[in-house]
């Protein structure tokens, strides 16, 4: 079986190296090396780093939709492209350019969690579990039939980074194994029913900022789904806050934003239950515990979260 990978992030890397296992990787496709840290200082994506060290050539379109894309994965004579985090929509003359199209490992139950997003919004929603669907891409937003689904229970307090790194394995698993069977014509891909689909639309700014007159128990899973990256932020004292860690706890005497110390906890109220903030970070500042900001007194009974200065 000869295969292109499409792909960008640390997130698709295991499935790379599964793939490597169950076909002849003609060539991996990933995003333009991108600036980042401090300095700013190109850096290549991590597929692309994954694929040099395993000796694939790596092709770095800046543009998806001119035509020349297509030709040049016709001119790879592949069988098959399979596609994870690749983060942009191809097109439908790149999805036809190999002989069995394109297959696509979506980090979501379909139909459910169709979109950019399907890690951070499947927590959001307090849903229980998760799971890889490996799909025949056509050019609807995941609207493909689905070859194979393999579910995965999400943990009561787990974040979406530690729930995509077991994703992650997941997708390995199934490249490894169902791929092939694939290739051999032994699995058929069933339409979805579009009835039963749900979106995850990117994370935009407004979504992480917290609305304390949620219940508790929502805004656990608004922190949890946006850790560690971007972040759930609220305000304090006129500077923004990020919430890192936070549990439901014990305060039902506080409304909602508002500051308490119960025990050795710092709390805040909430539209039902309270918050206790484990770990947090004031802008321009460190991660700290919830107490630590009290102990400094960068908040504390009688302030409000989510209130301007």
Same mark, same amino acid.
């Given at each position: 079986?000869?295969?292109?990978?499409?792909?960008?992030?640390?997130?698709?890397?295991?499935?790379?190296?599964?793939?490597?296992?169950?076909?002849?990787?003609?060539?991996?496709?990933?995003?333009?090396?991108?600036?980042?840290?401090?300095?700013?200082?190109?850096?290549?994506?991590?597929?692309?780093?994954?694929?040099?060290?395993?000796?694939?050539?790596?092709?770095?379109?800046?543009?998806?939709?001119?035509?020349?894309?297509?030709?040049?994965?016709?001119?790879?004579?592949?069988?098959?492209?399979?596609?994870?985090?690749?983060?942009?929509?191809?097109?439908?003359?790149?999805?036809?350019?190999?002989?069995?199209?394109?297959?696509?490992?979506?980090?979501?139950?379909?139909?459910?969690?169709?979109?950019?997003?399907?890690?951070?919004?499947?927590?959001?929603?307090?849903?229980?579990?998760?799971?890889?669907?490996?799909?025949?891409?056509?050019?609807?937003?995941?609207?493909?039939?689905?070859?194979?689904?393999?579910?995965?229970?999400?943990?009561?307090?787990?974040?979406?980074?530690?729930?995509?790194?077991?994703?992650?394995?997941?997708?390995?698993?199934?490249?490894?194994?169902?791929?092939?069977?694939?290739?051999?014509?032994?699995?058929?891909?069933?339409?979805?029913?579009?009835?039963?689909?749900?979106?995850?639309?990117?994370?935009?700014?407004?979504?992480?900022?917290?609305?304390?007159?949620?219940?508790?128990?929502?805004?656990?899973?608004?922190?949890?789904?946006?850790?560690?990256?971007?972040?759930?932020?609220?305000?304090?004292?006129?500077?923004?806050?990020?919430?890192?860690?936070?549990?439901?706890? +014990?305060?039902?005497?506080? &409304?909602? $934003?508002?500051?308490? !110390?119960? /025990?050795?906890? *710092?709390?805040? @109220?909430?539209?039902? #239950?309270?918050?206790?903030?484990?770990?947090?970070?004031? +802008?321009?500042?460190?991660? &700290?515990? $919830?107490?630590?900001? !009290?102990? /400094?007194?960068? *908040?504390?009974? @009688?302030?409000?979260? #989510?209130?301007?200065?």
């Amino acid at each position: 079986m000869r295969a292109i990978f499409f792909g960008t992030p640390e997130i698709a890397v295991p499935a790379l190296h599964a793939l490597a296992e169950v076909a002849e990787i003609v060539a991996v496709v990933s995003q333009p090396d991108r600036p980042a840290g401090r300095g700013l200082q190109l850096a290549m994506p991590a597929v692309k780093q994954a694929a040099l060290a395993l000796g694939v050539p790596v092709h770095q379109p800046t543009a998806v939709r001119t035509g020349a894309l297509a030709s040049w994965v016709r001119e790879q004579a592949a069988d098959v492209a399979l596609v994870m985090a690749y983060g942009r929509i191809l097109p439908l003359d790149v999805l036809n350019a190999t002989r069995l199209g394109a297959l696509n490992l979506h980090a979501s139950l379909l139909p459910k969690y169709r979109g950019a997003a399907p890690i951070q919004w499947s927590i959001m929603r307090g849903e229980s579990e998760t799971g890889i669907s490996l799909m025949q891409m056509d050019v609807g937003m995941d609207t493909g039939p689905v070859y194979h689904r393999v579910s995965l229970p999400i943990a009561p307090d787990e974040d979406a980074g530690h729930l995509a790194e077991r994703l992650s394995q997941l997708a390995a698993e199934v490249t490894r194994h169902e791929l092939p069977r694939v290739f051999r014509g032994e699995l058929s891909a069933l339409p979805q029913d579009p009835v039963l689909a749900t979106h995850a639309p990117p994370i935009d700014a407004a979504l992480r900022v917290i609305d304390w007159t949620r219940s508790a128990r929502e805004i656990v899973h608004l922190v949890l789904g946006l850790s560690p990256r971007p972040g759930a932020v609220t305000t304090v004292r006129g500077k923004s806050l990020k919430l890192l860690e936070v549990q439901v706890a +014990e305060a039902p005497d506080l &409304t909602p $934003g508002e500051v308490a !110390v119960r /025990g050795q906890q *710092l709390v805040a @109220g909430s539209g039902h #239950g309270a918050v206790a903030l484990v770990r947090v970070q004031v +802008e321009g500042k460190r991660p &700290t515990t $919830g107490r630590d900001l !009290v102990n /400094g007194r960068v *908040l504390g009974p @009688g302030d409000r979260l #989510g209130e301007p200065s």
